[in-house]
């Protein structure tokens, strides 16, 4: 709940990076689980993403799950209007300040690493994967736990 005279939780987030297959997904998934339901909260990228099993498998040591999910394009989106776009990736970021040039639109850049590149033990990428997770899980609880940056 947002702290007193705290700003007011945006009612609706896209989080958005380059594919929609590791970092996006991931903010979308940690976001719901400490966001008020009434906040409508997704996810997509600026090009077509596959899914990546070290999202579900760190997701899960969370006790979270993507479900079903599959990565879409931002341009795949019904609906392109939010509150507030938290943009990934440099590329996400350039594509949201395009979006919302005559939009009244929130965009925040937090520059998170890609662990796509991580190499050597499966431990090692996993590790990798964790971090950009927690960095992300703290960025959030930062963000949104007082209702203001």
Not at 48 to 55: E, L, M, Q, S
Not at 57 to 76: I, S
Not at 102 to 126: H, K, N, Q
């Amino acid at each position: 709940m947002p702290a007193t005279g705290a700003a007011p939780l945006p009612r609706s987030i896209l989080f958005l990076c380059g594919m929609n297959a590791i970092r996006s997904p991931m903010a979308e998934v940690l976001a719901r689980k400490v966001l008020p339901q009434a906040t409508f909260v997704a996810s997509a990228g600026v090009r077509a993403g596959a899914r990546d099993p070290f999202v579900d498998a760190v997701l899960a040591e969370k006790g979270l799950t993507l479900g079903n999910r599959q990565p879409q394009r931002l341009d795949e989106m019904e609906d392109a209007y939010f509150d507030l776009i938290v943009t990934l990736a440099p590329e996400a970021h350039h594509a949201a300040l395009e979006l919302t040039r005559s939009m009244a639109v929130d965009v925040e850049y937090w520059p998170t690493a890609d662990p796509s590149g991580a190499a050597g033990t499966r431990d090692r990428i996993l590790d990798a994967y964790r971090d950009v997770r927690d960095r992300i899980e703290q960025r959030i609880a930062a963000r949104f736990a007082a209702g203001g940056p």
